[in-house]
């Protein structure tokens, strides 16, 4: 192993060691990039580092970020999910389990318009933690409901995590968001099945709504209740994806639209006014600032890890590993799985993901593909005890008699439910590929 190998390696392990000590996760990036590659060539090797950052902060497709984030906070702030759900859940309340199967039919909708965990998981934790426990359900699957429900906006288009993946993967947007129509769909559909499964064979944890409550809300009223509030996000979601798949709009353009479209919807709904829209763009302006400056920061790491040779131990590793090309495939997605224990997303997919790509990229393996399995896979780590900011956001606003252990275990089944719809994805590919083969991206 040569000097510069070495030193690869021991930018990595002062990279862990910066954010296990709570160094922010930018910082400990270029920080461990600078150091170690100076150390290893001098200021010779970041030579390209301005051209570097200059193309992320002038990326034409990157533009879409806060634009969809606008979006997001939008729906949220302005409280449009409130209505969702009351809808959602008379709509479902015969059924046993009725009342988790429309948080899970709300985090589709949502994670469709909005794509962000937190403002979903807050928000559907505040209005339907306590009522859940009110009914009767478990607090561990109220709990496990929520937070998997929350986190299905980073596979359901349009996703931060799909549209930084395009940029690493060299990709368009278009066909990672048609690749994961049926994939995020599928993943949400396997926790409908074990709610009702479960609501038949443990009805005591799962209970269905009230007749009487249900009642208030029903026929026609019901239907004019669907009219207003779910209708709007359906077809708002509609026209930005059917936009980008169809190929009518570029991403930016959509992802414009859409946040003009967020604004139409409050208006409409009486519920948009100056706080909203000051706290919108305050909390656009923050999300996209973090965003951007961990892709900004991950550049030096990049060149250091590139020039030291760290490609070359990444090859040695995988040219280790018995069983061929399926293994490689398996090895990297377990491995992606465990350091989404530690790590998050953003992490994995700018520090992790470059290293393991050549490898796959000379095996010809489907590149769009390849980006859904690790989309879906980092899903995952937002209900990954024990830094799954699922997990965080909903003790922030559990109500009392909600443990830490509630939400861990309530979880746990909703990972190997994941893990299940992961293994689909693998054994049967055209899930994610027939849809961009069939309309030519």
């Known amino acids: 192993?040569?000097?510069?190998?070495?030193?690869?390696?021991?930018?990595?392990?002062?990279?862990?060691?910066?954010i296990f000590i709570g160094i922010p996760v930018g910082i400990s990036l270029a920080v461990s990039g600078l150091v170690f590659g100076y150390l290893g060539f001098g200021s010779s090797l970041f030579g390209l580092l301005p051209s570097r950052i200059y193309g992320v902060v002038t990326n034409y497709t990157l533009l879409a970020i806060p634009l969809f984030v606008f979006m997001g906070v939008m729906l949220e702030k302005s409280r449009i999910a409130?209505?969702?759900?009351?809808?959602?859940?008379?709509?479902?309340?015969?059924?046993?389990?009725?009342?988790?199967?429309?948080?899970?039919?709300?985090?589709?909708?949502?994670?469709?318009?909005?794509?962000?965990?937190g403002a979903t998981v807050v928000t559907v934790g505040l209005l339907t933690l306590p009522v859940l426990m009110r009914r009767g359900y478990?607090?561990?699957?109220?709990?496990?409901?929520?937070?998997?429900?929350?986190?299905?906006?980073?596979?359901?288009?349009?996703?931060?995590?799909?549209?930084?993946?395009?940029?690493?993967?060299?990709?368009?947007?278009?066909?990672?968001f048609a690749a994961a129509l049926i994939p995020g769909l599928m993943l949400a559909g396997v926790y409908v099945i074990y709610l009702i499964g479960l609501g038949w064979l443990?009805?005591?944890?799962?209970?269905?709504?009230?007749?009487?409550?249900?009642?208030?809300?029903?026929?026609?009223?019901?239907?004019?209740?669907?009219?207003?509030?779910?209708?709007?996000?359906?077809?708002?979601?509609?026209?930005?994806?059917?936009?980008?798949?169809?190929?009518?709009?570029?991403?930016?353009?959509?992802?414009?639209?859409?946040?003009a479209g967020s604004l139409l919807i409050a208006l409409a709904s009486r519920r948009l006014n100056w706080s909203v829209l000051t706290q919108t763009?305050?909390?656009?302006?923050?999300?996209?600032?973090?965003?951007f400056f961990i892709l900004m920061c991950a550049q030096p790491f990049a060149l250091a890890f590139r020039g030291l040779g760290g490609e070359h131990l990444v090859e040695a590793l995988f040219a280790m590993i018995p069983g061929g090309l399926t293994a490689e495939l398996l090895f990297m997605m377990l491995l992606l799985f465990?350091?989404?224990?530690?790590?998050?997303?953003?992490?994995?997919?700018?520090i992790a993901l470059p290293m393991f790509l050549p490898i796959f990229q000379a095996a010809d393996v489907?590149?769009?593909?390849?980006?859904?399995?690790?989309?879906?896979?980092?899903?995952?780590?937002?209900?990954?005890?024990?830094?799954g900011w699922a997990l965080f956001f909903l003790k922030g606003v559990a109500p009392e008699g909600i443990t830490t252990r509630d939400i861990y275990v309530g979880v746990l089944p909703f990972i190997g439910l994941q893990v299940i719809a992961l293994g689909l994805l693998f054994v049967f590919p055209q899930m994610a590929t027939w849809l961009p083969a069939a309309i030519g991206w």
Not at 85 to 104: K, N
Not at 142 to 147: H, K, L, P, R, S
Not at 281 to 291: E, F, N, R
């Open 1 to 18: 192993m040569s000097p510069q190998e070495i030193l690869a390696l021991l930018m990595l392990a002062g990279f862990m060691g910066m």
């Open 82 to 117: 409130d209505a969702l759900l009351e809808t959602m859940g008379h709509a479902m309340g015969s059924l046993r389990g009725g009342m988790g199967i429309a948080i899970v039919l709300v985090g589709v909708l949502m994670g469709a318009a909005t794509g962000i965990v």
């Open 138 to 176: 478990s607090n561990g699957l109220a709990c496990g409901t929520i937070c998997a429900s929350g986190t299905l906006g980073q596979i359901l288009p349009p996703s931060l995590v799909l549209i930084l993946l395009s940029d690493i993967l060299g990709e368009s947007v278009g066909s990672l």
């Open 202 to 259: 443990r009805p005591e944890v799962a209970p269905a709504i009230p007749a009487d409550e249900r009642a208030e809300i029903s026929g026609w009223a019901l239907i004019g209740h669907i009219a207003r509030s779910v209708a709007p996000t359906l077809l708002l979601v509609f026209a930005v994806l059917g936009s980008i798949i169809g190929g009518v709009a570029a991403p930016t353009e959509a992802a414009s639209m859409g946040a």
């Open 281 to 291: 763009l305050k909390g656009t302006v923050s999300i996209s600032a973090m965003v």
């Open 338 to 350: 465990v350091l989404g224990f530690f790590l998050e997303w953003i992490e994995i997919s700018y």
């Open 366 to 387: 489907d590149m769009v593909w390849l980006g859904i399995l690790v989309a879906m896979n980092l899903q995952a780590s937002f209900l990954t005890p024990p830094f």
